[in-house]
C-alpha cells in the first residue's frame, strides 16, 4: 500500500512539473529576417540605433519640445494609461499576498433568554487563520500572470507615450508645412495681382487681348481659393495640436521647415534588439506571457489543494453545567480537495486556455511581422523622399530661369505668348509647393522609424 502511494506521488509530480516552469520565448520566432537583407547588413549592434534616442535629442526645435513636454503632462490617453499601470501593480501586490496566511478576527455577542427567565450575555471574542498550501502551482502561476500584465500594462503605456510624441512631431510639421504654403500661395497671389494689373494696362494700349486677360484674372480667383483653402488647414492643425496636448486652443509658437533637423546618419541596430525596444511587440509578448500562466493555471486544477485553517477565541459560554463555563476555544482543520466529478469542466477549461494561449502566439508572431513591415517601410520611404526633395529642388532652380526669361521675351519680344508665361510660372508654383511637400515627408518619414524602433522611451 505505501509502495503504491509513493508510486502515484511519483507520477502526479513528474505530470505537474509543466505547471512550475516559467514562460520562455519561443524559438521558431522571424527575428533574424525582420529587415531586408540590405538593411540588416548595414545595421550595427550597439546603442546608436535611432530608436534609443531620447526625444528631446531627436527633436531638438525649443518649440516642439515644449509641445511633447506639454503633451505628455496633459494628454488623456497617457494619463489613462499610468492608472492602467497602477492598477497592474495592486493586482501584482493581491497576488503575491496570497501566498500568506489570511487572519480574520471574529468577536460575536448576544443575548439568550430560556422560558421567559433572566436573560444573560454571552460573548465570544474569536479570530480565525487560513492558509493555503500552494503545492501544484496555482498561486505561484496566478503571481506570474500577475508579473506578466504588469509589463503588459507597462508596454501599453510606452505605447501610447510614443505614439503621443510621434503624433504630435507629425502634427508639428504638418503646421510648418503649411506655413510655408500659405507663405509661397501668398507671394504667388500678390505677382499674379500686379500680373492681371499689368495686362489690363497693355489691354488698354493694344499690347495684348481680352482673352489673355480674363484668363489671367481666372487664374488669380483660382490662387486666391487655393490660398484661402490652405489658410483653413493651418488653423485647422493648429486646434488639432491643442487637442492632443489637452489644452483649449492658444496660438502654437513655431520655427520653419527650413531650420528642423534630422539626424545625419540613421541606423536601426539588429532586429533582436526590436525585441526589446518596441512597446507594442513587447505588449503582444507579455499578453502572450500572461495566457501561457492561464493554462498552467488551468493544469493546477487537476491537482489537489490543500488547505490548513484554525480558529482560537474567549468565551463564556461552554455548557450550562460547568459553573465557570468561560474558557478558551481552540481548533485546527486540515482540508485536502481533489476534482472528481467535474474533470469534464476542467478539461473544456483547459482546452479554452490553450486556445486562448496559441492565438496570443499568433499575435505576437505578427506583431513581429508588423514591426518589420514599418521598419522597411520608413526606411525606404527616407531614401524616396530625400531623392524627391533633392529633384524637386532642382527643378525649382531651372523652372525660376525660364521663368525669368520667359518673362522677358514676353514683355520685349512678339514672339512668346501668354500661354507661355503662364505655364512657366504655373509651373514653378507646383514644384515650390513640392519641395515643401517633400521636406515635411522626409521629416515624417524619420518620426514614422522613429516610432518603429521604439523610439519616446523613459
Not at 65 to 72: E, H, N, S
Request: aromatic share 8%; charged share 15%.
Amino acid at each position: 500500500m505505501k509502495k503504491i502511494l509513493l508510486y502515484t506521488i511519483v507520477i502526479v509530480m513528474a505530470s505537474s512539473c509543466s505547471i512550475y516552469r516559467k514562460y520562455q520565448r519561443p524559438e521558431d520566432l522571424p527575428v533574424d529576417s525582420l529587415y531586408r537583407t540590405e538593411a540588416a547588413e548595414a545595421a550595427i549592434e550597439d546603442t546608436t540605433s535611432l530608436g534609443y534616442i531620447p526625444w528631446d535629442e531627436m527633436f531638438t526645435d525649443p518649440h516642439l519640445q515644449y509641445l511633447i513636454r506639454t503633451g505628455l503632462e496633459h494628454n488623456v490617453d497617457l494619463q489613462s494609461a499610468i492608472l492602467r499601470v497602477e492598477e497592474a501593480k495592486a493586482q501584482l501586490s493581491a497576488a503575491k499576498w496570497a501566498y500568506a496566511p489570511s487572519l480574520n478576527l471574529t468577536p460575536q455577542g448576544g443575548l439568550s433568554s430560556i422560558d421567559g427567565g433572566k436573560a444573560s450575555w454571552t460573548y465570544n471574542a474569536g479570530g480565525a487563520v487560513s492558509w493555503d498550501i500552494d503545492l501544484f502551482g496555482s498561486l505561484l502561476n496566478s503571481k506570474r500572470g500577475a508579473q506578466a500584465t504588469l509589463l503588459q500594462q507597462q508596454a501599453y503605456q510606452q505605447a501610447v507615450r510614443s505614439q503621443i510624441i510621434g503624433t504630435i512631431a507629425n502634427t508639428y510639421y504638418a503646421l510648418l508645412m503649411l506655413d510655408g504654403q500659405v507663405a509661397i500661395s501668398a507671394e504667388n497671389v500678390k505677382i499674379w495681382k500686379e500680373q492681371v494689373r499689368t495686362m489690363e494696362a497693355m489691354l488698354r494700349v493694344g499690347q495684348t487681348n481680352e482673352s489673355a486677360v480674363t484668363q489671367a484674372r481666372a487664374n488669380l480667383y483660382a490662387l486666391e481659393a487655393s490660398y484661402a483653402d490652405l489658410v483653413r488647414q493651418q488653423r485647422e492643425t493648429e486646434n488639432s495640436i491643442c487637442s492632443l496636448l489637452g489644452q483649449p486652443y492658444f496660438p502654437v509658437e513655431r520655427g520653419t521647415l527650413e531650420e528642423q533637423s534630422v539626424p545625419e546618419e540613421i541606423t536601426v541596430s539588429v532586429p533582436l534588439q526590436l525585441l526589446s525596444n518596441r512597446p507594442d511587440v513587447i505588449q503582444a509578448e507579455m499578453a502572450y506571457a500572461s495566457s501561457y500562466y492561464n493554462t498552467n493555471m488551468a493544469r493546477a486544477a487537476f491537482y489537489p489543494s490543500i488547505n490548513l485553517s484554525g480558529s482560537a477565541g474567549w468565551t463564556n459560554s461552554l455548557g450550562q453545567a460547568i459553573s465557570n463555563p468561560a474558557g478558551w476555544l481552540l481548533s485546527a482543520l486540515g482540508q485536502l480537495t481533489m476534482p472528481v466529478f467535474n474533470h469534464g469542466q476542467l478539461r473544456a477549461n483547459l482546452k479554452v486556455t490553450k486556445a486562448e494561449e496559441e492565438i496570443a502566439r499568433l499575435n505576437y508572431r505578427q506583431a513581429l511581422l508588423n514591426a518589420g513591415e514599418q521598419v522597411n517601410n520608413a526606411l525606404f520611404a527616407i531614401q524616396t523622399n530625400k531623392t524627391m526633395l533633392e529633384k524637386h529642388q532642382a527643378q525649382c532652380k531651372d523652372l525660376k530661369r525660364t521663368l525669368t526669361s520667359t518673362e522677358y521675351l514676353f514683355r520685349n519680344s512678339s514672339g512668346t505668348t501668354y500661354l507661355e508665361l503662364l505655364t512657366a510660372q504655373q509651373s514653378l508654383l507646383s514644384a515650390q509647393l513640392n519641395t515643401i511637400s517633400d521636406q515635411y515627408q522626409v521629416l515624417q518619414s524619420v518620426v514614422t522609424l522613429y516610432q518603429a524602433l521604439g523610439g519616446g522611451r523613459e
